[in-house]
């Protein structure tokens, strides 16, 4: 292992791969948020048909994610030394496109052309943010070897995503229109997010430096080896459990907040309030992070965080939340301390897996960054197929109508009810698995750090 003589670790790389991530969430966010509502609501499928396509493309965008991993760990394209940067180039020209045809609305399409149209359309999204994300998340692994700093990029990064997430929560007093969901207002505010992420990831080629080489050479590792890998790594396990119960009940249920302040406060523009509040946490921890990480660790920091608020999701499920302004403040100000756990996890998260991949090469002295990265995203994508069918099931369940612009009290309390359960069953999980499969001490973080 040689490190080349290049500019030192600085803030340059720390803002360029912030704006990666703001490039990521300018799409990754609006998808998140408002696809759902969007074919639900605006183009008229029903919760079963959003189900299976949902599924369906998720398993394919998690099959991507291991055939582009495999490819950027043995395939190197473009002229110059970077492994990663070329296929961050032509993964976001290819991520404008297909994000602008995925929202674009296709109301006077037959049933069947609007099923095929919401399926190839995501499927093609899938295949661009895959190109993207995977060189993405494994570039963390080579800008630097020091634990600190690598905790230092995973807070840039969660900055990053930060502002996308602040964009999005500011939405629903553009995209509602007397409290329903207007498709061409979407449609305009995705061609400009589009474009904004583009232009974020021009910046980021231009300030991160790929500064750690391993190996001149493209390794020729096998496929089931670098399974192997993973599967036989404890961490890695650790990590993905409970990034699957984040995204699951976390991330797929964020529309579900939308719908209680559409049918619950009656009032869909307030939503922007509880998305604010949500937020809190992740600005508050984020100067705070590095100094804790050093002082108690990754895992210690995970826990406790995440069992607080899970106890707070609990007490928030038994408060007397009436569907007014009283109701709205003990509401917003409930999840701020429900989502405090799921904020440090997004902070620390990608230092965490940096710190598994380390872990998985000093134990077989073999680089598969993009391998191990792109398998511990198969699983995330596979989460958010989960996660999201599971969503619209759970709402058909408790009586929640798509087509339909009201909804009786009864089940407007039910969607309220869902969404903390779903919370608090994400956060309980995520306790339990970095408490007691994820395994790398607070004193192994600190020896990553060093040479070997």
């Not at 297909?98 to 919401?118: D, E, N, R």
């Not at 902070?347 to 090469?361: F, G, H, K, L, M």
Request: proline letters at 2%.
């Amino acid at each position: 292992m040689k490190e080349n003589k290049l500019r030192p670790f600085g803030a340059r790389d720390k803002i360029g791969y912030a704006l990666g991530d703001m490039g990521c969430n300018f799409s990754f966010q609006l998808v998140t948020s408002y696809m759902y509502l969007f074919y639900t609501q605006c183009i008229g499928l029903s919760a079963k048909h959003w189900a299976w396509i949902i599924v369906v493309s998720k398993v394919w965008d998690a099959i991507n994610d291991v055939v582009i991993g495999n490819m950027v760990d043995r395939t190197h394209i473009g002229k110059g030394k970077s492994k990663f940067m070329p296929w961050i180039s032509i993964g976001s020209v290819l991520l404008v496109v297909f994000s602008v045809m995925l929202f674009t609305p296709v109301t006077a399409f037959s049933q069947t052309g609007k099923i095929l149209w919401c399926l190839v359309s995501y499927c093609l999204w899938s295949v661009a943010y895959t190109m993207i994300n995977v060189p993405y998340g494994s570039l963390h692994s080579v800008i630097t070897e020091d634990p600190k700093q690598r905790t230092t990029l995973s807070t840039f990064r969660s900055i990053g995503a930060s502002l996308p997430a602040v964009l999005v929560m500011i939405l629903p007093k553009i995209v509602y229109k007397d409290n329903v969901l207007s498709a061409s207002s979407l449609f305009i505010v995705t061609a400009v997010f589009s474009i904004a992420a583009y232009f974020a990831f021009f910046g980021m080629r231009k300030m991160v430096t790929e500064r750690v080489v391993r190996e001149q050479k493209v390794e020729k590792v096998s496929y089931i080896s670098t399974v192997k890998s993973f599967f036989t790594n404890r961490a890695m396990l650790g990590i993905t459990v409970s990034t699957i119960a984040v995204v699951i009940f976390y991330n797929s249920s964020l529309s579900v907040n939308n719908l209680v302040f559409q049918f619950y406060f009656n009032d869909a523009k307030k939503a922007t309030l509880a998305m604010i509040a949500s937020y809190i946490p992740l600005v508050a921890f984020m100067p705070f992070a590095s100094s804790l990480v050093a002082k108690i660790g990754k895992k210690n920091l995970s826990v406790w965080t995440s069992l607080f608020s899970a106890i707070a999701g609990i007490i928030l499920l038994f408060l007397p939340i009436t569907p007014d302004k009283k109701g709205i403040i003990i509401y917003v100000v409930g999840l701020m301390f429900v989502n405090t756990g799921c904020c440090v996890f997004q902070i620390i998260v990608w230092a965490i897996v940096a710190d598994c991949i380390e872990d998985s090469y000093r134990r077989k002295g073999v680089r598969e960054e993009g391998s191990l990265y792109a398998l511990y995203s198969f699983f995330r994508k596979l989460a958010q197929g989960i996660g999201s069918a599971l969503v619209a099931l759970a709402l058909s369940a408790v009586g929640y109508i798509e087509t339909s612009t009201t909804q009786t009290a009864q089940v407007a309390a039910n969607i309220k009810n869902l969404y903390i359960v779903l919370l608090v069953i994400g956060l309980v999980i995520m306790t339990v698995s970095m408490k007691f499969i994820y395994n790398i001490s607070f004193k192994q973080e600190q020896e990553f750090g060093k040479s070997e």
